[in-house]
C-alpha cells in the first residue's frame, strides 16, 4: 500500500513536472471485439487517482468508425471500469471536422452503422448513403437477384450531383459498394450515366482507416478497411488502367490523425506543452509506424519553428499546413507494441538487413511509403499492463 501511494506521489509529480500523455489504441490492446483483455482494467486502474481521475492527458485512439464518439466513450467506460469522455476519443473520421472545404458539397458516404448522422456531426451539410443511391437508381445494383425490381419503376426525385466520397470504414455489402461507388466515380458524381473510363479529372475521395486487418475474437486477424480499400483500387484500376486517387487518407499512422489526438491531450492538459507522448498499439503498419513518423515530425519543428516555417503534415494523403499553434506540441512520442492483437511475438521484428521480413508486414496502405526504421518499437512489452508499467516506471524514474 505504501508502495502504491509513494508511485502515485511520483507519477502526480512527474505528470505535473513532465506533462506526459498517453495514446491507447483499443483493438487488440483493450479489447478483442466486445470482450475486454484481461490486463485492460488493471492497466487502466494504475492510471486514475482515488476519485477515477485520470494522472495523466489519456486519449483513445482507435482506427474503428462505425459509430460516434459519444457512443465510443459509453462502450470503453462501461467496459473499462473508469470514466472515458468523448474528447478523450478520436475515431479514423475524427479528423474530418477540421476539412472543412468540403462541409458544404453534396457528399456520398460509404461504411456502416449511422453513417448520415455521424458524417453530420462532423460538419457536412449535404449527405446522400449508398442505399439512397441504391433506391434512386434500383438497376445499378444487380448482383443479388433477390433485390433486382421485378414491377415497373416510378421514378423518384432526382438527386443531387456527387460532389465528394467519405469512405468511413467496411460495408456489409461489398458488391454494392463496389458497383455504385465505381458508377459515381466514372459518371463524375451522376451515377444514372453512362460510364467514361477516360474522365480527366476524378472525385475527391476522404478514406478514413486504412486497417488491411484487425483483431476481434477469432484466433486470427480479420479484413478491416484496408482490405476493401484494396479491392476498390483494383476495380478501378481493371476498368479505367489508372490508380485511383485519394484527397486524404486518415486513421493511424497518418499524421493528421496523431496531430489531432495531441490537441486532445493538450487541452486535458490546459493547453500546456507536453513533453512525452506514450502510443501503445498492438499493430506494426498502424500503431507503430504512426507513432514513430510522428515522433520524426516532431523532431523537425524546432527548426521549423527558428524558421518561422509552417510544416505540411504529408504522411499520407494531401499535405495539409498545420497553423502555428500546431508547432507547439510534443518532444517526443514513443511507441510501446504489445503482444495482445495484430502483432504475433513468435514473428521477428523488421529489420533494413530483412527485406523479406519488411515485405511480410507491410501490409500498409498503397500510398505508404514503406521505411523499415519506423517499423522499430520503442519497446515491446507482453500487454497493456505492462506497457503502463514501463511507462510509470521510466516518469518516476524521472521525477
Request: glycine letters at 6%; aromatic letters at 6%; hydrophobic letters at 40%.
Amino acid at each position: 500500500m505504501l508502495c502504491r501511494a509513494f508511485l502515485l506521489q511520483a507519477v502526480r509529480y512527474a505528470s505535473t513536472s513532465r506533462q506526459v500523455g498517453v495514446l491507447f489504441d483499443v483493438d487488440g490492446v483493450l479489447l478483442r471485439g466486445g470482450t475486454v483483455i484481461p490486463a485492460a482494467r488493471r492497466a487502466l486502474s494504475k492510471l486514475v487517482d482515488e476519485n477515477n481521475n485520470f494522472l495523466f492527458p489519456v486519449v483513445f485512439v482507435t482506427n474503428a468508425g462505425s459509430c460516434q464518439r459519444l457512443h465510443k466513450a459509453r462502450q470503453l467506460s462501461r467496459l473499462l471500469d473508469v470514466h472515458v469522455s468523448p474528447e478523450q476519443v478520436v475515431l479514423s473520421h475524427s479528423p474530418l471536422n477540421m476539412m472543412k472545404s468540403f462541409h458544404n458539397k453534396c457528399v456520398l458516404v460509404s461504411g456502416q452503422g449511422p453513417v448520415t448522422s455521424i458524417a453530420q456531426s462532423l460538419g457536412f451539410k449535404k449527405v446522400v448513403t449508398i442505399e439512397e443511391l441504391s433506391q434512386h437508381h434500383p438497376l445499378l445494383d444487380m448482383v443479388d437477384h433477390n433485390r433486382r425490381p421485378t414491377a415497373p419503376l416510378s421514378p423518384l426525385e432526382d438527386l443531387p450531383q456527387i460532389q465528394a466520397i467519405i469512405l468511413f470504414g467496411e460495408p456489409v455489402r461489398w458488391e454494392t459498394n463496389l458497383q455504385l461507388l465505381v458508377d459515381v466515380l466514372l459518371t463524375d458524381g451522376r451515377p444514372g450515366s453512362i460510364h467514361d473510363p477516360q474522365l480527366s479529372s476524378q472525385l475527391p475521395i476522404l478514406a478514413c482507416n486504412m486497417d488491411l486487418l484487425w483483431m476481434a475474437e477469432a484466433p486470427s486477424p480479420r479484413f478491416g478497411h484496408g482490405m476493401f480499400l484494396l479491392c476498390l483500387e483494383a476495380v478501378y484500376r481493371k476498368l479505367t488502367g489508372r490508380e485511383l486517387q485519394y484527397e486524404t487518407l486518415l486513421g493511424k499512422p497518418s499524421l493528421l490523425t496523431y496531430q489531432y489526438a495531441e490537441r486532445l491531450l493538450r487541452t486535458q492538459n490546459h493547453n500546456r506543452k507536453l513533453s512525452t507522448i506514450y502510443a501503445v498499439g498492438d499493430n506494426l503498419m498502424t500503431d507503430v509506424y504512426g507513432a514513430n513518423l510522428y515522433n520524426r515530425y516532431l523532431g523537425q519543428q524546432p527548426e521549423a519553428m527558428k524558421s518561422g516555417a509552417k510544416l505540411v503534415a504529408l504522411g499520407t494523403g494531401s499535405p495539409i499546413t498545420m497553423e502555428e499553434q500546431e508547432l507547439v506540441s510534443a518532444a517526443e512520442c514513443r511507441s510501446i507494441l504489445v503482444c495482445t492483437g495484430v502483432y504475433n511475438p513468435h514473428s521477428p521484428l523488421p529489420s533494413n538487413q530483412n527485406s523479406s521480413i519488411t515485405e511480410m508486414v507491410s501490409h500498409g496502405h498503397r500510398d505508404l511509403v514503406l521505411e523499415p526504421d519506423l517499423l522499430e518499437p520503442s519497446r515491446v512489452v507482453e500487454d497493456v499492463e505492462a506497457a503502463v508499467d514501463l511507462m510509470l516506471q521510466q516518469e518516476s524514474s524521472d521525477a
